[in-house]
């Protein structure tokens, strides 16, 4: 069960848009509807931000969105801020009815 | 506001067994699913296992493929408190480990989306 594949690296300036791919396979993104994105600052807890897909969690800011599509889900971050900068980790429900992430991105707000 | 807390050992030695404990404040326990999550230093997270709780059983248990042979989740609902042990450790378990709760909308479970995490606690493996 290999990690989902991120892109190691993003970047982009304050207030431009960036998008984060996250690729997996038929037992994971491409079988189910539940991908998840999840933020992380340094040394804490990842934070969960987009749920069920595309579904912003109470109180996360509606400048975060995404998508999927076949066996690659995605992550806009719109109207980008310093304080964006960080970790960004997809997951997926899989068919062994557990959870895989992705090995990570990192944002930095130019 | 429910708050995790992980306990345990912060230094083992290979081929011994790791034992931690996720304390459970603010709430309870009862009618949620619990995860271990480790993080190794610069890598993405890795899903070790979750575990029910309810006021008369825990379970079912799913455990990651890649870990089942080595892992064992329980729950002590009357400590509000629930576990881990991973056995056979290696250099390789080096990593934060984090507990966390499965989210719920109140209609359904996303096994994938955890929402309240614990601080992290950090396991070193070495002799």
């Known amino acids: 069960q290999s990690a989902l594949t991120q892109p190691a690296s993003v970047s982009g300036s304050p207030g431009q848009s960036i998008t984060i791919s996250c690729t997996g396979t038929?037992?994971?993104?491409?079988?189910?509807?539940?991908v998840s994105w999840y933020q992380q600052h340094s040394d804490t807890a990842p934070k969960l931000i987009i749920y069920?897909?595309?579904i912003r969690p109470s109180g996360v800011s509606n400048r975060f969105s995404a998508s999927k599509s076949g066996n690659t889900a995605s992550l806009t971050i719109s109207g980008l801020q310093a304080e964006d900068e960080g970790d960004y980790y997809c997951?997926?429900?899989?068919?062994?009815?557990?959870?895989?992430f992705g090995g990570g991105t990192k944002l930095t707000v130019l | 506001q429910m708050q995790l807390q992980e306990s345990g050992p912060g230094l083992v030695k290979p081929s011994e067994t790791l034992s931690l404990t996720c304390t459970v404040s603010?709430?309870?326990?009862?009618?949620?699913?619990w995860t271990w999550i480790r993080q190794p230093a610069g890598r993405g997270p890795e899903y070790i296992g979750r575990?029910?709780?309810?006021?008369?059983?825990?379970?079912?248990?799913n455990y990651n493929p890649s870990l089942k042979s080595r892992v064992t989740m329980s729950v002590d609902t009357s400590k509000n408190h629930f576990s881990l042990k991973l056995t056979s450790l290696s250099a390789a378990d080096t990593a934060v480990y984090f507990c966390?709760?499965?989210?719920?909308?109140?209609?359904?479970?996303?096994?994938?989306?955890?929402?309240?995490w614990g601080q992290g606690t950090m396991v070193t493996v070495s002799s």
């Open positions: 575990i029910y709780s309810s006021e008369t059983s825990s379970g079912p248990i």
């Open positions: 997951s997926s429900y899989t068919s062994s009815s557990s959870a895989i």
């Open positions: 966390a709760r499965v989210f719920t909308d109140g209609n359904s479970w996303y096994y994938d989306a955890f929402d309240l």
């Open positions: 603010g709430g309870s326990i009862n009618n949620y699913y």
């Open positions: 038929s037992s994971d993104i491409g079988g189910y509807n539940y």
């Open positions: 069920d897909v595309n």
